[in-house]
């Protein structure tokens, strides 16, 4: 029986097993803190669930493993479900860092029995997570699925999408997918452009799945490419809703906006979320 440490109010992931009472907050100087209630068995394996969007939501996370340690516990496993600074994960140009390694190796140091992601960017998160468990998309989407009419055609937005898609079509038994691409400017790296590799979409429903929306272009510059080719209602799945120009946008661009509560907690009428539970949907 695991005990459970949901370090953020609004993200309770665990339905079962006992939960660790604590106390958290900073110091005027911005340091973050915690104190943990005694009173729970310390034999008793930990999971700690915390939403990564800051590098003090990470300070929280180490010490609060540091306390538990002291307290006696051995195996503490932890749900970060989006893994921070994911996207950069290559360096560009001279000078900058390799941002999703230096999380890593921040992680790495706390010697968790485990480190559960949901959908994370690349493979190259996992590749350098020590003890990473990776929880796909593909319940997420199944769930969105079953909330449309109809079933649609899922819409892979770039190459990089390309591989996970397939896999998510052959979770789902075959469902038809359509290529698309996009251009940038490499010196400013602004969207120049969208190709969808269908010629024609016959009115029928599309579903772009990625794993995450941040200011949203990408995906409203590709339902302008999908209803040049006369798709049919436009829907839009992200694991990860960051949103940070918000949905308005977006919503005047597809019919319904599918995410989870891995970064935060959205109440919009245009966003259906998806909630995390156990670590495993």
């Known amino acids: 029986m695991y005990a459970n440490l949901c370090l953020d109010s609004d993200f309770q992931p665990f339905s079962e097993g006992e939960q660790i009472v604590f106390k958290s907050f900073l110091f005027a100087g911005g340091e973050p803190h915690i104190k943990i209630q005694p009173g729970f068995d310390p034999t008793h394996p930990v999971r700690i669930a915390q939403r990564l969007n800051s590098f003090q939501d990470l300070g929280l996370l180490c010490l609060a493993v540091d306390a538990l340690r002291r307290m006696g516990v051995r195996h ?108 940038r400017d490499v010196k400013t790296g602004q969207l120049t452009g969208f190709k969808v590799y ?22 409203i510059g590709l339902a302008e490419a999908l209803k040049a080719k006369n798709a049919g209602p436009l829907y839009l799945a992200v694991s990860h809703g960051i949103f940070s120009k918000g949905v308005d946008d977006l919503s005047a661009c597809f019919s319904k906006i599918f995410t989870t509560n891995s970064i935060k907690t959205i109440a919009h009428p245009a966003v259906t979320q998806v909630l995390l539970e156990d670590a495993s949907i």
């Open 198 to 219: 269908s010629d024609y979409l016959r009115g029928q429903a599309c579903l772009i799945v990625d794993d995450i929306c941040d200011g949203g272009g990408t995906f």
């Open 76 to 183: 503490i496993e932890a749900f970060t479900p989006y893994f921070p600074a994911a996207r950069q994960d290559r360096v560009m140009v001279p000078g900058e860092p390799l941002s999703v390694k230096v999380y890593a190796d921040l992680i790495n140091a706390l010697h968790l029995e485990r480190v559960t992601v949901f959908d994370p960017h690349s493979e190259v998160t996992p590749a350098l997570l020590e003890n990473c468990d990776v929880q796909s998309n593909h319940d997420f989407i199944k769930q969105v699925l079953a909330q449309l009419p109809a079933a649609p055609l899922l819409i892979s937005p770039d190459g990089g999408a390309l591989k996970k898609i397939y896999k998510l079509s052959e979770y789902l038994g075959g469902q038809a997918v359509v290529e698309c691409s996009k251009s």
